[in-house]
C-alpha cells in the first residue's frame, strides 16, 4: 500500500542534478541507504528522525520515501492565478507507505526541505477532506476544510485543478509556517 505524497513548488528553476547535489548529502546524513533508482528518483530510509525534529520512532513503523522530479510542474489545468506568478518546477515527496507515523516523518521531512529549497508545499488535496471521486467533492467537504485550515496561521492558498470526470476541485498549497502549526495540530495527517 502506497502513502501519501507532497509536492513542493519551486518558483526558480534549478537542474534536478543540482537539487540532487544539494539534498543528498543531507539525508545521508540521517538516513540510509539513500539510494537512486534507474529514472534517477530517491529512494531512502530514515535511521535518525531527531535530524528532522522527531523523537526516535520504531523502524518497523516506518517505510520507504522518495523524492522526485515532477515532471507534471506546472500543469496546464491547475489555476494559479492566486500567486504572482506561476510555480516553474516541482518535486515530489512521498511515502511507500501509510500509518500514522509515516505521515508524520514525511510531515516533518517536508517541512525541512521546503525550508531547505525555499518552496511552497503542495498537500496534494484538502486537508482534511477525502480526494475527490467524481460524487465526493462537495461543499460540506470544501466548509470542513476551510474552517480547519482558517484556524492555523501562516500562508494557505487554493486551486482549483480539473478532476479528470469534467469538474474542477482544489488543493491546498501553504508556507512553511502554515505546514510548522499543521504538524503541531491533533489531527495532523497528510492527505491519503
Same mark, same amino acid.
Given at each position: 500500500?502506497?502513502?501519501?505524497? !507532497?509536492?513542493?513548488?519551486?518558483?526558480?528553476p534549478?537542474?534536478?542534478?543540482?537539487?540532487?547535489? @544539494?539534498?543528498?548529502?543531507?539525508?545521508?546524513?540521517? #538516513?540510509e541507504?539513500?539510494?537512486?533508482? !534507474?529514472?534517477? +528518483?530517491?529512494?531512502?530510509?530514515?535511521? +535518525?528522525?531527531?535530524?528532522?525534529?522527531?523523537?526516535?520512532? $520504531?523502524? $518497523?513503523?516506518?517505510?520507504?520515501f522518495?523524492?522526485?522530479?515532477?515532471?507534471?510542474?506546472?500543469?496546464q489545468?491547475?489555476?494559479?492565478? *492566486? /500567486?504572482?506568478?506561476?510555480?516553474?518546477?516541482?518535486?515530489?515527496?512521498?511515502?511507500? #507507505?501509510?500509518?500514522?507515523? $509515516?505521515?508524520? !516523518?514525511?510531515?516533518?521531512?517536508?517541512?525541512? &526541505?521546503?525550508?531547505?529549497?525555499? *518552496?511552497?508545499?503542495? /498537500? @496534494?488535496?484538502?486537508?482534511? #477532506?477525502?480526494?475527490?471521486? +467524481? +460524487?465526493?467533492?462537495?461543499?460540506?467537504?470544501? @466548509?470542513?476544510?476551510?474552517?480547519?485550515?482558517?484556524?492555523?496561521?501562516?500562508? &494557505?492558498?487554493?486551486?482549483?485543478?480539473?478532476?479528470?470526470?469534467?469538474?474542477?476541485?482544489?488543493r491546498?498549497?501553504?508556507?512553511?509556517?502554515? &505546514?510548522?502549526?499543521?504538524?503541531?495540530?491533533?489531527?495532523f495527517? &497528510?492527505?491519503k
Amino acid at each position: 500500500m502506497s502513502g501519501p505524497a !507532497v509536492g513542493l513548488w519551486l518558483f526558480e528553476p534549478r537542474e534536478y542534478g543540482d537539487i540532487l547535489a @544539494d539534498v543528498v548529502p543531507w539525508l545521508e546524513s540521517f #538516513c540510509e541507504p539513500v539510494e537512486a533508482t !534507474v529514472g534517477g +528518483d530517491l529512494d531512502f530510509w530514515v535511521r +535518525d528522525s531527531s535530524a528532522v525534529g522527531l523523537s526516535a520512532l $520504531n523502524p $518497523n513503523d516506518v517505510g520507504v520515501f522518495f523524492l522526485s522530479e515532477d515532471e507534471e510542474m506546472p500543469a496546464q489545468d491547475e489555476d494559479y492565478s *492566486a /500567486f504572482s506568478r506561476p510555480p516553474v518546477q516541482g518535486l515530489v515527496l512521498g511515502a511507500g #507507505c501509510s500509518g500514522p507515523a $509515516n505521515h508524520r !516523518v514525511l510531515g516533518h521531512l517536508t517541512l525541512a &526541505l521546503a525550508v531547505r529549497l525555499g *518552496a511552497l508545499i503542495d /498537500f @496534494d488535496g484538502l486537508l482534511s #477532506c477525502p480526494t475527490p471521486r +467524481d +460524487d465526493t467533492g462537495d461543499g460540506a467537504h470544501l @466548509d470542513r476544510a476551510r474552517a480547519l485550515t482558517a484556524s492555523l496561521p501562516g500562508g &494557505l492558498t487554493e486551486i482549483s485543478y480539473d478532476t479528470g470526470g469534467g469538474g474542477r476541485w482544489f488543493r491546498h498549497i501553504g508556507d512553511v509556517e502554515f &505546514l510548522e502549526a499543521w504538524l503541531q495540530h491533533p489531527g495532523f495527517h &497528510l492527505v491519503k
